[in-house]
């Protein structure tokens, strides 16, 4: 009997013939608004000057341990939120106008909204005029002993928005937007010299019930937010506050102190089942057991390769100017350093790893077309070696696992045809340097922690997904993340049957070919 998770993910499948249920149209009077209001919530604009800790950070800064953490203030939260989840561009043709965001989003329709926990108040973020809305509010000394000066995130999820376009296989992307949310915080963190990681205890509706999103008063006929997750952002060691029990705080929030009705975003909806089905299968029951310890980020970077010294580009430049390549020059390579680079940042300790708590279940499959000294051709890179015999015995017989570099050749033949095949047709995944799937240890995965593990392994897609964005932009060069790809076309390819192993993401990166057409203006008016 398949699990729901498990059931859901297999009918959510494109293929060759036949792709994932969707309303097969876009119907634009229904399209959602990107952005939510809290109507009738006091608003805090936020401060709009860039932190003077993170201007001279170089890029390699983002990956070392953290110094000289700037101190928790109003400035500094609102520096996180900017170059994290804040506006990048305003872009326009034609008399049509749309806003790009620091964190990417499939089809640009960003269903992650971010709440902050600060001050004993409940705040929900609103990147379209960088501001605070004042939601709820906590007991002062119970706040103030709980966080130990500490703030927390919380991010969610609005599906409706990822299914008006994308139908049934939106919740897949809500959950890659959302990995990819949790990583540019965590960069945006270590602009300030600060830490974040998730907080495990919290289960899905305790996570609900501190941000508010779980109140029915508040939504009138509002399109509602499914709980993601929790993090502490700290200047200092983020353990104790990972260890600390959700209902002490929950305690805490002041019943009539709620402020706000949500807005609704848009005019008529398409109920997807199968989204509401999995939701629900695969919530997070959170940790109750008083005696379960809680595993500990690794504060270190011990395997990093450092930052190249004198070209090395300002991180935050590179963060706010991160963007989804539209089309590559399939004529230009990339240099052997720089790729092998890109890759070692994928290997767990360095943030943004240390803001998880889970063992690495996720591997690369690159389909390399144009990287100096390198046979084009099918590779593997395990982002955990000891993964090798498992993936082997699961893979074709023929296929050589010959050592190059920190990678294994599988096969060396031109694949610009099958990367740009399997990936829906998209010449970016045959024009790039490189194009690549991510392969989930699927089945143990779910079977040892519950459904609501299938969400974690799309966000561990989603963090690797904002390394090699970020990674790319440094190298001067593009990315993009890729959700549309035909499932299991990609598994014959590798010889894998069953569940045991799926591909849950691609991306590509090359030289990018902008699209003169289009206008750009920055993502705020004053700056
Ligand atoms: C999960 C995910 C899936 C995506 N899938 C595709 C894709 O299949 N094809 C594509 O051209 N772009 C894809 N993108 C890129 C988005 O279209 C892009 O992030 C969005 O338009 C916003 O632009 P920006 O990244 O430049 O901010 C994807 C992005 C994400 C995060």
Not at 74 to 100: D, H, M, N, Q, V
Not at 381 to 410: G, I
Not at 447 to 475: K, S, T
Request: glycine residues 8%; contains cysteine; aromatic residues 10%.
């Amino acid at each position: 009997m398949p699990t729901p998770a498990l059931h859901y993910h297999e009918a959510t499948k494109h293929h060759f013939q036949r792709f994932a249920r969707s309303a097969g149209h876009l119907d634009w009077k229904t399209q959602p608004n990107p952005f939510r209001r809290y109507d009738g919530a006091p608003r805090l604009e936020l401060p709009r000057a860039a932190s003077e800790r993170a201007l001279p950070l170089p890029y390699g800064g983002l990956y070392e341990p953290p110094r000289d953490p700037a101190v928790l203030t109003l400035p500094s939260i609102a520096e996180l939120l900017r170059c994290s989840l804040g506006l990048s561009a305003w872009k326009s043709i034609r008399g049509s106008r749309w806003a790009l965001r620091v964190n990417p989003s499939s089809g640009n329709l960003h269903p992650t909204e971010a709440y902050v926990v600060w001050d004993a108040g409940v705040f929900h973020y609103a990147p379209d005029a960088h501001a605070l809305e004042y939601r709820g509010r906590l007991a002062r000394q119970t706040w103030d002993e709980w966080s130990g000066g500490a703030i927390l995130i919380g991010l969610t999820s609005v599906h409706w928005r990822e299914a008006w376009k994308y139908g049934e296989r939106a919740y897949r992307y809500c959950q890659h937007d959302l990995g990819h949310a949790i990583a540019a915080l965590r960069f945006a963190a270590s602009l300030l010299g600060w830490r974040l990681a998730l907080l495990p205890r919290w289960s899905d509706a305790e996570v609900a019930a501190l941000l508010g999103i779980d109140r029915d008063e508040d939504a009138g006929g509002a399109e509602r937010e499914a709980p993601g997750c929790l993090a502490v952002v700290t200047p200092g060691e983020p353990a104790a506050v990972m260890r600390r029990w959700p209902s002490t705080l929950l305690d805490a929030i002041t019943p009539a102190g709620w402020r706000g009705t949500a807005n609704t975003l848009s005019g008529g909806h398409v109920d997807w089942r199968a989204i509401d089905d999995v939701a629900r299968a695969a919530a997070y029951p959170g940790v109750h057991d008083v005696a379960a310890g809680v595993r500990l980020p690794d504060p270190g970077a011990p395997k990093m390769a450092p930052a190249p010294p004198v070209a090395s580009p300002g991180a935050r430049d590179v963060i706010l100017r991160r963007r989804s390549a539209v089309a590559f020059d399939p004529r230009v390579g990339l240099r052997l350093d720089t790729f092998l680079q890109m890759l070692t940042r994928l290997r767990p300790h360095a943030p943004p790893w240390d803001a998880v708590d889970w063992p690495v279940a996720v591997h690369l499959m690159l389909f390399v077309h144009r990287v100096e000294g390198l046979v084009p051709g099918i590779y593997a890179f395990l982002r955990d070696p000891s993964a090798e015999p498992e993936l082997r015995a699961a893979m074709r017989p023929e296929f050589l696992w010959e050592p190059v570099h920190d990678l294994r050749l599988l096969v060396p033949t031109d694949v610009t045809w099958a990367a740009n095949r399997l990936s829906c047709d998209q010449d970016i995944a045959g024009d790039g340097f490189f194009s690549l799937g991510m392969l989930a240890r699927f089945e143990a995965t779910l079977a040892q922690h519950g459904d609501w593990a299938y969400r974690r392994l799309f966000w561990e897609c989603g963090l690797i997904g904002q390394v090699l964005y970020l990674e790319a932009e440094a190298a001067g060069v593009g990315g993009t993340g890729i959700g549309c790809f035909y499932d299991d076309p990609v598994h014959e390819t590798l010889g894998l049957t069953g569940h045991a192993w799926q591909s849950l993401y691609h991306f590509t990166v090359g030289e990018p070919v902008e699209d003169t057409r289009l206008e750009t203006a920055p993502g705020y008016e004053w700056e």
